[in-house]
């Protein structure tokens, strides 16, 4: 479920020397001296959740660096986007971004995530570099009002859904590993919170010198309850099957993990496959490899 604003008010001296230098714009018609609003969004629930967790928000950046490395805030004009600015966990003051923009009614797309994303429209976003990472969104009106109180405060929800992996133990000859998922995809649609149609998405992790299998794989899903076919194969250091076998009807859900467990090469009665029965609200502190993302 998206969150809108959770709060609006002047900007204080501190958040208006906010650095971004970092800030990119696409609109590239200021020449013709139309009046500039100062506007500072700050990314609340970051903070917040860390907080939750017992984590000191002193360092701000720090503490978000543990979570998301990249933040994007697109503003869009009648489907044009006039302004994207961005941020990397490596500047000071990652999560807050101060910048001037001309005051209209636009549509406000905000991407947190570990990996680059692209963002062309509010309907089209994926990873730059074509892996799926955990993700955070917001999507809604920015209005003239907003931008008159000086900085808004938004709370982000988690776009991504995770399918995770787990064997009790690994022959020694398996030194690679695959999942392909079919039924995600790598588009997100930050309107709905859905993804946007669904393809076969793989990734590959190295085993060497591993006793079991621990991996998983963020994706985008295009439903709200959506099942997906999972192919799970063993390499050798031949590049040989060693084990291959294919789960169908794994269901999965944004903002859920679903999680694969048990003696993948004895598939017997005691796999099995199921999904959280609750989301997880906080940075991800589990064993699983997920290097190859």
Same mark, same amino acid.
């Given at each position: 479920?998206?969150?809108?604003?959770?709060?609006?008010?002047?900007?204080?001296?501190?958040?208006?020397?906010? $650095?971004? %230098?970092?800030?990119? @714009?696409?609109?590239?018609?200021? +020449?013709?001296?139309? @009046?500039?609003? %100062?506007?500072?969004?700050?990314?609340?629930?970051?903070?917040?959740?860390?907080?939750?967790?017992?984590?000191?928000?002193? =360092?701000?950046? $720090?503490?978000?660096?543990?979570?998301?490395?990249?933040?994007?805030?697109?503003?869009?004009?009648?489907?044009?986007?006039?302004?994207?600015?961005?941020?990397?966990? =490596?500047? +000071?003051?990652?999560?807050?971004? !101060?910048?001037?923009?001309?005051?209209? *009614?636009?549509?406000?797309?905000?991407?947190?995530?570990?990996?680059?994303? !692209?963002?062309?429209?509010?309907?089209?976003?994926?990873?730059?570099?074509?892996?799926?990472?955990?993700?955070?969104?917001?999507?809604?009106?920015?209005?003239?009002?907003?931008?008159?109180?000086?900085?808004?405060?938004?709370?982000?929800?988690?776009?991504?859904?995770?399918?995770?992996?787990?064997?009790? $133990?690994?022959?020694?000859?398996?030194?690679?590993?695959?999942?392909?998922?079919?039924?995600?995809?790598? @588009?997100?649609?930050?309107? /709905?919170?859905?993804?946007?149609?669904?393809?076969?998405?793989?990734? /590959?992790?190295?085993?060497?010198?591993? @006793?079991?299998?621990?991996?998983?794989?963020?994706?985008?899903?295009?439903?709200?309850?959506?099942?997906?076919?999972?192919?799970?194969?063993?390499?050798? $250091?031949?590049?040989?099957?060693?084990?291959?076998?294919?789960?169908?009807?794994?269901?999965?859900?944004?903002?859920? *993990?679903?999680?694969?467990?048990?003696?993948?090469?004895?598939? +017997?009665?005691?796999?099995?496959?199921?999904?959280?029965?609750?989301?997880?609200?906080?940075?991800?502190?589990?064993?699983?490899?997920?290097?190859?993302?």
């Amino acid at each position: 479920m998206k969150k809108y604003f959770l709060g609006i008010a002047l900007c204080g001296a501190v958040m208006l020397l906010a $650095a971004c %230098e970092n800030q990119i @714009t696409d609109n590239k018609e200021i +020449d013709n001296n139309e @009046t500039l609003q %100062e506007i500072t969004f700050s990314v609340m629930d970051f903070e917040q959740t860390l907080m939750q967790m017992g984590v000191s928000s002193a =360092d701000t950046r $720090a503490a978000l660096s543990g979570n998301v490395t990249h933040l994007k805030v697109a503003l869009f004009l009648d489907d044009t986007k006039k302004y994207e600015f961005t941020q990397t966990s =490596d500047d +000071d003051g990652f999560g807050t971004i !101060t910048a001037l923009v001309v005051p209209e *009614n636009y549509d406000m797309v905000v991407i947190a995530s570990k990996v680059e994303m !692209t963002i062309e429209a509010p309907t089209n976003i994926y990873p730059t570099g074509g892996k799926v990472n955990d993700t955070f969104y917001y999507y809604g009106p920015l209005t003239k009002a907003n931008l008159e109180a000086g900085t808004v405060a938004v709370g982000l929800d988690r776009a991504v859904a995770l399918f995770q992996f787990r064997t009790d $133990a690994k022959p020694s000859e398996v030194t690679t590993f695959s999942l392909s998922l079919t039924g995600a995809t790598l @588009t997100f649609n930050a309107v /709905t919170g859905l993804g946007v149609g669904s393809t076969t998405l793989t990734s /590959t992790f190295d085993q060497t010198g591993r @006793t079991t299998i621990n991996c998983g794989m963020f994706v985008f899903l295009p439903s709200a309850d959506a099942t997906v076919t999972v192919t799970a194969t063993a390499y050798d $250091a031949d590049s040989k099957v060693v084990k291959t076998y294919t789960f169908n009807d794994v269901p999965m859900k944004p903002a859920y *993990n679903t999680q694969c467990s048990g003696n993948f090469f004895q598939i +017997d009665a005691s796999w099995s496959v199921t999904i959280n029965d609750v989301s997880w609200p906080d940075p991800l502190t589990y064993p699983y490899d997920l290097s190859s993302l």
